[in-house]
């Protein structure tokens, strides 16, 4: 079974440019979340999707942030305009319903703003 | 607010030898409870879940503890091996009821970051 497909791997921008990632989920599966997870923290729930419906986005900052889900599958994670702050892992994952099903991660994309 | 405590935030020890970390927290109301393990460069993996009524669970030379009452778990590591450098996430999940239906909210740790020397 193939796993969270996230891309690109690493990517370096200045500051107030815009950057996106892409998450392709596993098969199937009905929830997405994005993390952001800074050197040395857990990772932080960005944004949740059910299908391509939106279950959760409370500590997504909505005045930089935007993510979407079309067709409840691919998903894709925009900054615009990206800060020094925003320099982190992002990870994508899914699972089959949310509640107790487990959420497989992808490897992540790693952000550097310079 | 709900939070999720880890401790110690680093462990070193030798190939071999038995560890255990712990994790405390203040979330409500509670799901269940997982531990993960993050390598470097890579996504959190799955080791454990457990739920309200479960106390103990364990997968291979891993074996988690719960404590619904005291909020506390543990993951106790046996044995170690050099594979088992990684950090350990405690994630605790709280359930939710969104207009569009149910779900849950999971809150991350940050983690134990364990080195395990030959």
């Known amino acids: 079974e193939a796993g969270v497909a996230q891309s690109p791997r690493y990517k370096i921008i200045e500051k107030r440019q815009s950057v996106a990632f892409w998450c392709n989920p596993i098969?199937?599966?009905?929830?997405l979340y994005w993390y952001q997870q800074i050197l040395g923290q857990g990772p932080k729930l960005l944004i949740q999707?059910?299908?391509?419906?939106?279950?959760?986005d409370s500590q997504l900052p909505k005045d930089r942030f935007s993510a979407e889900r079309l067709k409840g599958v691919d998903s894709t994670l925009k900054i615009q305009p990206a800060k020094l702050e925003d320099s982190a892992v992002y990870l994508c994952?899914?699972?089959?319903?949310?509640?107790?099903?487990?959420?497989?991660f992808g490897q992540g994309t790693r952000l550097t703003v310079v | 607010k709900n939070q999720v405590e880890q401790s110690p935030q680093s462990l070193i020890i030798l190939e071999g030898k038995n560890c255990t970390l712990q994790c405390n927290y203040t979330v409500s109301p509670f799901s269940n409870l997982r531990w993960y393990k993050q390598d470097t460069g890579r996504g959190p993996v799955s080791l454990t879940i457990?739920?309200?009524?479960?106390n103990t669970k364990s997968n291979g030379r891993y074996t988690a503890t719960l404590d619904a009452d005291t909020k506390q778990s543990s993951l106790h590591i046996t044995a170690s091996q050099l594979s088992d450098s990684a950090s350990y996430i405690c994630v605790v999940s709280a359930t939710h009821r969104y207009p569009s239906g149910g779900s849950y909210i999971p809150t991350f740790g940050r983690g134990t970051s364990l080195i395990v020397h030959p």
């Open positions: 994952a899914s699972s089959l319903m949310g509640g107790n099903t487990e959420a497989f």
């Open positions: 457990m739920t309200f009524s479960e």
């Open positions: 098969s199937g599966h009905a929830t």
């Open positions: 999707f059910q299908n391509n419906g939106v279950v959760d």
